[in-house]
């Protein structure tokens, strides 16, 4: 079957380790060189000694928000980019605001395999509904569909009626852009009459795209797959005709951790996706915490990509809350938990029982182990500076749900 | 003095003109092999033996409004474009729809060299707030300041205040867009109490720029400067420090012609903008004629930059109008001056006296010619199906303005 984007997609899974292993220490040492944010934040980190995943689960894990307040007092890039005015080609406003560079490397947020397995050839015109304008979103699928040899109309947003007009004249055999979208535009094709045949293929992102969605799309001929990509790494994981959660991307390393620390969770488990592109000079983000929930999907492909798949988006990881007027933060009950050994799994359950807010946190306890409630509640009030209680639950009884905090406090 | 683009601007007029001349026939063979509409409409034409502007200015002139017939009825180019999808990096669609190709060619449109004229240079970060949806401007500029070595942040159209804070985070050098929509961007700085000071240079295009928007502007430390471009044929002209006029850019041959016809008018005289470009593989436009109106301005731009000048936009010089319900082009009022030789320059003037149209062709005789007013009334109505009269004008008395027809009907 030649229905792959390249021989990397079909390695021997262990060959594919082995190469990524290889990687990081470089990558690593490139980000530390390069990047004076990391200079800084691996400045007791040899990247020699980063010879296996156990040895790569200690690097920190680095979170959005913290990327954030790292913008704030050192504009554009918080020193965690390798790249300035006149080497970047481009630079993008996501909100917040957080400013991304994008690089002058052919394919810089490699979307051309997901446009790939999609269905995407070269020859192909491509309509992009994606905005081009602050977010880079319409410029990661353009630079994929010009890496592959499309020709790209860029539409934007809005306009529908002239985005049907251009669809029915320019024929374009696949739309790019929101799954949302591309109904609002079948729709007004319906009402002013307009055929739209040329369309047989979709590549979506950016929301939800539920199996009711894509059998409503495959009713009128057209096939639909989803990417999942962010605003700072690009392509993470994207689906493949085999229809069986979403592929990781060859160019990323892909980790799920526990919300709040940079402990990988076992396989299977919701936890916080967190990424590491394996090769991008410009913006060497290492072990960059998205915020999104998701967990492996185990097994192989049936389409004959080897590589790790995941369920798909199941939520955003940040579980912050406030309580009493007190911010409490996942990495705190993670805090709790570590200075437990008896404790496997944990989830701070907030509720308001009259009115009044209150945190109990519900643990599981590993194997027989002895565990002391009253030293749990004092390390609680230490950490959080919040009185809490501790219900014990039996081994497996959690939820698989990546929820470290799970807010239930009613307000009416 | 190193404040060129390339040494092309500087050249010997004589050498620049042997340059276009050798490359007409090269360029209109290129369009006969490659484009099958100009292989219908250059049948009987021999590149070979364009060897003269006496030659060039018998190939036909292709309008703007010939263009969207054409490709109304060949979809999408209307067989002037010798690309398609796969081969184009793009295709964009203008209100009509008319569709534009844009090739893979770095710096397709020519942009770079407005640029730098403006004052942008390797280096820079550009704001660039053309819209990049549907339409090329955003395109056309990025691809030319990429071309330069500088990053783009693209940021499109509307969302001001958000412009004014990522121009306050980013630090740009240079504005690109409408002078309207900078004016917009700088007065909600204001209001929001923002400093902008990093904005020095501006390249403005898409509207009128007079010299009390270029003062207003230069008094908050910013120096402007306009480019003139079309979507079908990218720059065509553009300012430079000299502030004299626009020097045409090096890439294309323009002419100004009498409206109507693909006659050139002497020097000085206001006419359309016909324009070729000379080297462009894609997209071989041959004698475009734009609709706009100009006139050279005489003499050389102190700037050292030794093409021709022409004086900006002065207007439009598509004239069609309706007498009596029926149309009246440009093009039969120069068919009518082509039938007596007597006749120097010839305006159509059209009122509506007590309320009924009236149509009125004014006319220069050329020296002491004779000239048969009444044979001239037959020819009119030969040609436009309505009856008008002759009023024999003095050489040189008709106003200098391009207008062929002239509607001074009124109708309160």
């Known amino acids: 079957m030649n229905d792959h984007f390249d021989t990397l997609e079909t390695r021997d899974p262990e060959a594919r380790e082995r190469a990524i292993l290889a990687q990081l220490p470089r990558q690593l040492a490139h980000a530390k060189a390069a990047a004076p944010a990391y200079a800084a934040l691996f400045a007791q980190i040899d990247p020699a000694a980063i010879d296996s995943r156990a040895a790569w689960a200690r690097v920190p894990v680095t979170r959005k928000s913290a990327l954030l307040e790292s913008q704030r007092s050192a504009r554009p890039f918080g020193g965690f980019a390798a790249t300035g005015w006149g080497e970047a080609r481009r630079v993008f406003a996501s909100p917040g605001p957080i400013y991304e560079p994008e690089g002058r490397a052919n394919d810089y947020w490699r979307l051309a395999r997901a446009l790939f397995a999609a269905g995407f050839r070269a020859g192909d015109l491509a309509h992009n509904c994606f905005s081009y304008h602050f977010t880079p979103a319409g410029s990661m699928l353009e630079t994929g569909a010009h890496a592959l040899g499309c020709t790209v109309f860029p539409g934007g947003t809005g306009q529908t009626e002239q985005q049907v007009q251009a669809i029915a004249d320019l024929r374009p055999s696949g739309y790019i852009g929101t799954p949302s979208f591309l109904r609002i535009i079948l729709e007004k094709a319906d009402e002013m009459g307009v055929a739209l045949p040329s369309l047989k293929r979709a590549l979506v992102s950016g929301e939800a795209f539920p199996a009711s969605q894509r059998d409503a799309l495959a009713a009128r001929g057209i096939a639909g797959y989803q990417a999942y ?184």
């Open 229 to 412: 990509a962010t605003a700072d790494l690009g392509l993470i994981a994207y689906e493949t005709p085999a229809r069986e959660g979403l592929v990781v991307d060859e160019g990323v390393l892909l980790e799920i951790v526990r919300p709040g620390t940079g402990d990988p969770v076992p396989a299977g488990e919701v936890g916080e996706v967190v990424v590491t592109p394996l090769s991008t000079v410009d913006y060497p983000l290492i072990r960059f915490g998205t915020g999104d929930l998701s967990a492996v999907l185990p097994g192989t492909s049936p389409c004959g990509r080897s590589n790790l798949r995941i369920k798909g988006w199941l939520g955003r990881a940040d579980q912050t809350t406030k309580v009493k007027g007190m911010f409490v933060h996942p990495s705190q009950v993670a805090a709790i938990v570590q200075r437990h050994p008896g404790i496997g799994r944990a989830r701070l359950v907030v509720d308001n029982p009259g009115g009044a807010d209150r945190m109990t946190l519900h643990v599981e306890a590993e194997g027989d182990a002895a565990l002391d409630a009253a030293t749990v509640v004092a390390t609680i009030r230490d950490i959080t500076k919040l009185r809490g209680e501790v219900l014990r639950r039996a081994p497996g009884e959690l939820p698989n749900d990546g929820k470290v905090i799970d807010d239930q406090r009613k307000y009416d």
